[in-house]
């Protein structure tokens, strides 16, 4: 019976030992108190051992020491593990944490004290199995510890117990498990105590209790809770659910499914052939199968998503399969509906820029026996139209040229929307009727209730050529550069891209290339024009452009400045003439030369520069006068933005600057500019001098416009003068300045220079 004993308890031990060892190692939040509880336990398991294998009374009392203090650290580690695994909170009851720690402490203290006072217990020897066996006997410290360990023993049966009745049945497997564990224990542990056996053999039920611990707090899954749980979660999915046995026939399906394959729950005798007729072929036998379909025409559309999975038991063997059936229909109609969006113009349903050019590519590329053309179709002043008569009249208009094209374009032709008021079409050649089109536009009227517009259309058209690699933006773009061609007031609406405006963006393209390396190497150079009084003494010069080119030669500024103000590097050039004039005043000034020099600023200078601040740097930079660098402003840029290019002449004349304008009498609001513009000279239009030898009128005019400046202390300056009677004549009406070719073309710095100043006797008075 010892020898029995001892080999049941050894093994116990050896278990508690590997559940120590993987709960320390199991990650879960528990595994250090389930440790603790099967460590704790180990301690009365390896006492009893040695009481049972101990053949003196000094080694049974250690053994017996080492179970009693063993007991008490085991309760205590149960008491925890339950206060921990059941969630019980002690906030408002702390203390009994701290009396049960109190009570174990003062107990193993009264175990080490009993060698001495020997009020716990002592032993007495008898006969188990032929051989010595020491048995305890009790005395009040040894009640004192029973008490205690019965009793924390009973807070632990307590908690169980209060955690098995308050959870959920499907939850309490766990804790009726434990807590029938504790019972049986606690029972056998008694009846050892009320029949003085001389072996213990509850430790065994407390070593298995130890072991339930650690099965229950790590390794323990809810099965049933897990079959029950998923059993609803299918039942509740949205999606229809078929489970199938081995030979194919339908075993179970939740309520999506049974309404799907149009069957009652329980009756599935029905639903292999009935799925079938509906969503045809399934792959009943292929294990991974995949499908979508689609049911139905038109917006009743409905959309399926078909999946098969087989099911296999622990040995990979097939028992059966299930099918989900997914109804995609809102997804899909979303996607399509997010794609219709990204595809499509929200105010006029045509193609977006993008799937446009997408879908001409893909066409002119699959259909390469046809020909083709693309077309930029542009509502001339479009936006004057959403200011003059308001949004909803210009979104009328945008509507009304889309149904034009659907209605007058053939069926094979693709359009689309490119940018706010322009449209991009491809269109067979043979389908395009010009004349037909041109009629349609010359009465392209929008009416609106009372309001009624004619809108003007212009179209740019790009012939695609064989083999044509061209981007189809390119394409639009080179169509849109046909339709510059067309004034708003030209009888024509459609102008075709051809070579000759091919050749003029090439070469548009390679002399802006060439700019940097122009103003690098100087290539472009200051000319000067002299400016005169009516005395016929010089006063200043204006700076005017020239291209010394290497390959071509002198370039005239008519080949290249209407080139750089339509790209804006015009910008760059004035930038470069701003400086050139710097430095030739700064030249001047070293020499005693008192002269100034007009510089011209584009109206497009504004929008790429701080203009400003770019020719003050310079004149800080050169230490110049700022009133000898004279700043010439066109009449038609005042007339734009004319508040802020107001702003900017009033700070250039605070700085000291002279601020002439240019071209005076091209506008129509000439003079109702001139009462709020602060300027100082008044370069009259030359136009009005070629229109004087035919039209005494003209005359009148400039007299008036000469007496008005000087009325409004204005120089007034006259530019074109050719002939000497145009200078006297000017010069008889009291025009103070002059500039023209009668005094001299523009020349070079330094024929200016030898021309001017030397006859001047060097300097200009």
């Known amino acids: 019976m010892r020898f029995g004993a001892a080999i049941a308890f050894s093994i116990l031990v050896v278990m508690l030992l590997i559940s120590v060892v993987a709960a320390r190692l199991s990650r879960k939040p528990m595994g250090k108190w389930v440790a603790f509880v099967n460590a704790s336990l180990m301690i009365p398991v390896i006492g009893n051992l040695i009481i049972i294998v101990s053949r003196t009374q000094d080694h049974s009392n250690y053994g017996y020491y080492t179970y009693f203090i063993g007991m008490?650290?085991?309760?205590?580690?149960?008491?925890?593990?339950?206060?921990?695994?059941?969630?019980?909170?002690?906030?408002?009851?702390?203390?009994?944490?701290?009396?049960?720690?109190?009570?174990?402490?003062?107990?193993?203290?009264?175990?080490?004290?009993?060698?001495?006072?020997?009020?716990?217990?002592?032993?007495?020897?008898?006969?188990?199995?032929?051989?010595?066996?020491?048995?305890?006997?009790?005395?009040?410290?040894?009640?004192?510890?029973?008490?205690?360990?019965?009793?924390?023993?009973?807070?632990?049966?307590?908690?169980?117990?209060?955690k098995w009745r308050k959870t959920p049945k499907i939850y309490s497997e766990k804790y009726s498990i434990l807590l029938i564990s504790l019972l049986v224990t606690g029972g056998i542990e008694t009846y050892y105590i009320v029949s003085r056996?001389?072996?213990?053999?509850?430790m065994m039920g407390f070593a298995i209790l130890g072991v339930l611990v650690y099965y229950f707090a790590i390794v323990y899954r809810p099965v049933r809770l897990l079959d029950r749980m998923l059993a609803s979660v299918v039942s509740d999915m949205p999606e229809a659910l078929f489970f199938f046995d081995r030979s194919g026939e339908c075993i179970w399906a939740n309520g999506p499914g049974c309404f799907i394959a149009g069957v009652k729950e329980g009756s599935y005798d029905n639903v292999k052939s009935n799925?079938?007729?509906?969503?045809?072929?399934?792959?009943?036998?292929?294990?991974?199968?995949?499908?979508?379909?689609?049911?139905?025409?038109?917006?009743?559309?409905?959309?399926?998503?078909?999946?098969?999975?087989?099911?296999?038991?622990?040995?990979?063997?097939?028992?059966g399969m299930l099918l989900n059936i997914h109804d995609n229909t809102e997804y899909q109609r979303e996607l399509m509906k997010q794609m219709y969006n990204s595809t499509h113009d929200a105010l006029t349903g045509l193609y977006a820029r993008e799937y446009l050019c997408e879908c001409i590519d893909q066409r002119i590329k699959s259909d390469v026996d046809s020909k083709y053309l693309v077309l930029y179709v542009n509502i001339v002043n479009f936006n004057i139209i959403n200011d003059v008569f308001g949004s909803k009249f210009s979104d009328l208009t945008l509507?009304?040229?889309?149904?034009?094209?659907?209605?007058?374009?053939?069926?094979?032709?693709?359009?689309?929307?490119?940018?706010?008021?322009?449209?991009?079409?491809l269109v067979k050649k043979e389908n395009f009727d010009v004349e037909h089109i041109e009629e349609r536009l010359n009465n392209f009227t929008i009416s609106d209730d009372n309001l009624?517009?004619?809108?003007?259309?212009?179209?740019?058209?790009?012939?695609?050529?064989?083999?044509?690699?061209?981007?189809?933006?390119?394409?639009?773009?080179?169509?849109?550069?046909?339709?510059?061609?067309?004034?708003e007031d030209s009888p024509e609406h459609i102008v075709y891209y051809d070579d000759m405006l091919r050749d003029e963006i090439v070469y548009d393209q390679l002399i802006s290339?060439?700019?940097?390396?122009?103003?690098?190497?100087?290539?472009?150079?200051?000319?000067?024009?002299?400016?005169?009084?009516?005395?016929?003494?010089?006063?200043?010069?204006?700076?005017?452009?020239?291209?010394?080119?290497?390959?071509?030669?002198?370039?005239?500024?008519?080949?290249?400045?209407?080139?750089?103000?339509?790209?804006?590097?015009?910008?760059?050039?004035?930038?470069?003439?701003?400086?050139?004039?710097?430095?030739?005043?700064?030249d001047w000034a070293s020499r005693g030369i008192d002269s100034f020099i007009s510089i011209n600023i584009s109206p497009k200078d504004f929008y790429f520069l701080d203009v400003v601040k770019e020719i003050k740097s310079l004149v800080d930079e050169f230490e110049i006068n700022p009133a000898k660098l004279r700043i010439e402003i066109t009449e038609t840029l005042m007339m734009t933005d004319s508040d802020d290019r107001l702003d900017i002449v009033a700070k250039f004349r605070q700085m000291g600057f002279i601020v002439e304008i240019d071209d005076f009498g091209s506008g129509y609001s000439s003079f109702n500019l001139l009462k709020d513009m602060p300027v100082d000279v008044l370069k009259i239009d030359m136009k009005f001098?070629?229109?004087?030898?035919?039209?005494?009128?003209?005359?009148?005019?400039?007299?008036?416009?000469?007496?008005?400046?000087?009325?409004?202390?204005?120089?007034?300056?006259t530019e074109g003068v050719e002939t000497f009677e145009q200078y006297q004549k000017l010069a008889g009406m009291g025009c103070k300045l002059f500039q023209g070719y009668y005094f001299s073309r523009p020349v070079p710095v330094e024929d200016f220079e030898k021309d001017w100043f030397r006859r001047r006797g060097g300097s200009a008075v």
């Open 72 to 162: 008490d650290i085991a309760v205590y580690s149960l008491f925890r593990f339950a206060l921990t695994y059941c969630e019980i909170k002690l906030k408002k009851a702390k203390w009994l944490e701290y009396a049960a720690y109190a009570l174990i402490i003062g107990d193993i203290l009264q175990y080490l004290l009993n060698p001495v006072y020997h009020q716990a217990f002592s032993t007495e020897m008898l006969m188990v199995d032929a051989a010595a066996y020491y048995r305890i006997i009790p005395y009040v410290g040894q009640s004192f510890h029973r008490v205690i360990c019965y009793g924390l023993f009973l807070v632990v049966i307590v908690i169980m117990t209060y």
């Open 197 to 202: 056996t001389p072996i213990d053999m509850s």
């Open 275 to 319: 799925l079938e007729a509906l969503f045809g072929d399934i792959g009943f036998d292929d294990p991974e199968w995949s499908n979508n379909v689609e049911i139905g025409e038109g917006d009743d559309t409905k959309f399926y998503n078909l999946d098969t999975r087989r099911i296999t038991d622990e040995t990979n063997n097939t028992t």
């Open 399 to 425: 509507k009304h040229m889309a149904d034009f094209m659907r209605t007058n374009l053939s069926d094979t032709s693709i359009y689309g929307k490119i940018s706010a008021h322009t449209f991009g079409l």
């Open 452 to 487: 009624e517009h004619h809108i003007v259309i212009h179209i740019g058209v790009y012939e695609v050529e064989p083999d044509d690699e061209a981007d189809v933006n390119l394409m639009f773009e080179s169509a849109r550069l046909a339709t510059s061609r067309l004034r």
């Open 513 to 586: 290339n060439q700019l940097q390396d122009a103003i690098k190497e100087r290539q472009m150079r200051p000319y000067l024009q002299p400016i005169v009084n009516n005395e016929g003494t010089l006063v200043g010069a204006e700076a005017l452009v020239r291209w010394i080119h290497p390959d071509d030669g002198y370039l005239s500024p008519a080949a290249f400045i209407p080139v750089f103000e339509k790209n804006g590097l015009i910008a760059e050039v004035d930038k470069y003439m701003w400086r050139c004039a710097c430095e030739i005043l700064a």
């Open 689 to 717: 001098l070629v229109d004087s030898d035919r039209n005494p009128r003209s005359n009148t005019i400039i007299q008036n416009i000469i007496n008005m400046s000087e009325d409004l202390g204005i120089v007034s300056l």
